[in-house]
């Protein structure tokens, strides 16, 4: 894999392994289907109706895809919420030849947005409702905040090297041929050079997306995973 599919997976593998993670919920096997079970089962959201409609209001599911979302998210997560370390378990059991844990550190501050140390069900439907549904300013807006990981609006060549360094530590090691020990470097300067238009250091979230939108591979996978759910 050459630099440049490297910077695909570095914007794109957020929803690759997000879909990973709804496997793993077992919600895309499921599917919508109206069944008995699924009705009692789905009876378990309904305490928390109001929370429900304002869900369906801000996000882009339906009431009944919804309750069916909630029903995976609490067999897996009873608690009724994820912590870091579950990400990171998660994660790992795909990539079991690489090391997940700083990628699925960076992912789940993304998901944290209030940063309360865990991520709810509400959380969960927000990104993935952006992920799987949203238009592709919103999900270049979800990555832009993934890479900009002091939350100053603004992405710095330091941050982006941690990034691509998780993900090479993820990655790297089941790529073909065997990416060179300073790949990442690499990457994130030819990376750099085409992002940061006015050559200050920083790569704003203008930047990002122009850059993004005039690159024809990560547009049309951008669209890959619409229809999974």
């Known amino acids: 894999m050459n630099l440049e599919g490297l910077e695909m997976i570095a914007v794109l593998i957020v929803i690759v392994l997000f879909v ?3 496997e793993q919920f077992g919600l895309i ?3 919508f289907e109206d069944t008995v079970e699924d009705e009692m089962e789905m009876a378990t959201v309904r305490h928390r109706p109001e929370a429900l409609e304002l869900l369906e209001a801000q996000s882009k599911f339906t009431k009944k895809e919804l ?9 897996e997560c009873p608690s009724g919420v994820v912590n870091e370390e579950t990400f990171k378990e ?15 550190h960076f992912l789940f501050n993304a998901f944290d947005t209030d940063h309360n140390g865990s991520v709810s069900f509400e959380d969960f439907v927000m990104g993935l409702s952006i992920l799987l549904r949203g238009t592709v300013q919103e999900k270049l807006n979800w990555a832009f ?8 609006g603004y992405i710095t060549k330091e941050e982006m090297l941690d990034i691509m ?3 090479y530590d993820m990655m790297g090691k089941c790529t073909y041929p065997v990416l060179k020990e300073d790949a990442p470097r690499q990457h994130v300067e030819t990376f750099f050079q085409k992002m940061d238009k006015n050559k200050d250091g920083v790569v704003t979230i203008d930047e990002f997306i122009e850059s993004c939108q005039k690159d024809e591979n990560i547009m049309r996978s951008m669209q890959l995973f619409e229809n999974v759910i």
Do not use: C, H, M, W
């Open 145 to 152: 905040n993934l890479y900009d990981i002091n939350k100053d």
């Open 90 to 104: 998660i994660y790992s059991q795909f990539f079991p030849q690489g090391d997940s844990t700083t990628y699925a």
């Open 29 to 31: 096997e499921a599917g």
């Open 20 to 22: 990973k993670v709804l």
């Open 67 to 75: 309750q069916i979302l909630y029903r995976g998210f609490k067999n």
């Open 165 to 167: 360094k998780a993900i």
